[in-house]
């Protein structure tokens, strides 16, 4: 089982830009879809966005389209969400996730947990 560890998470202002950082290790990274998911207080754990294998294919929630961007590093076994025009509405934990399975927003589908980042937004 892959091991993640998320880094990056903050306080900032509305509109201010944030990228999270991923790193993995125990297993192959590049055999692995990756995916970012959050969890604002009280609401259910929400997908973010998934980035395929080699990183040709993207897929995010509505919420994010546009502003949040996934990338990948398999050379260093590492996943990014850059995160532009940030909301109020975005203040949540974030977590990476890995699934050895094909892009999905599903939760479930995801078989590794890093521990979280947290992402406040002001007004």
């Known amino acids: 089982q892959m091991q993640l560890a998320e880094s990056g998470g903050g306080l900032v202002q509305a509109g201010d830009s944030l990228r999270l950082s991923c790193s993995a290790s125990g297993s192959t990274f590049s055999h692995y879809t990756m995916g970012w998911f959050r969890q604002a207080p009280g609401k259910e754990r929400e997908f973010v966005g998934a980035?395929?294998?080699?990183?040709?294919?993207?897929h995010y929630a509505d919420s994010v389209k546009g502003r949040f961007t996934i990338s990948r590093d398999n050379a260093k076994n590492m996943v990014y969400l850059q995160m532009n025009s940030l909301k109020p509405g975005d203040t949540a934990d974030y977590y990476c996730?890995?699934?050895?399975?094909?892009?999905?927003?599903?939760?479930?589908?995801?078989?590794?947990w890093g521990r979280g980042t947290q992402v406040t937004v002001s007004p």
């Open positions: 980035i395929s294998l080699r990183g040709s294919s993207t």
């Open positions: 996730a890995a699934s050895d399975g094909p892009i999905s927003d599903r939760a479930t589908d995801f078989t590794s």
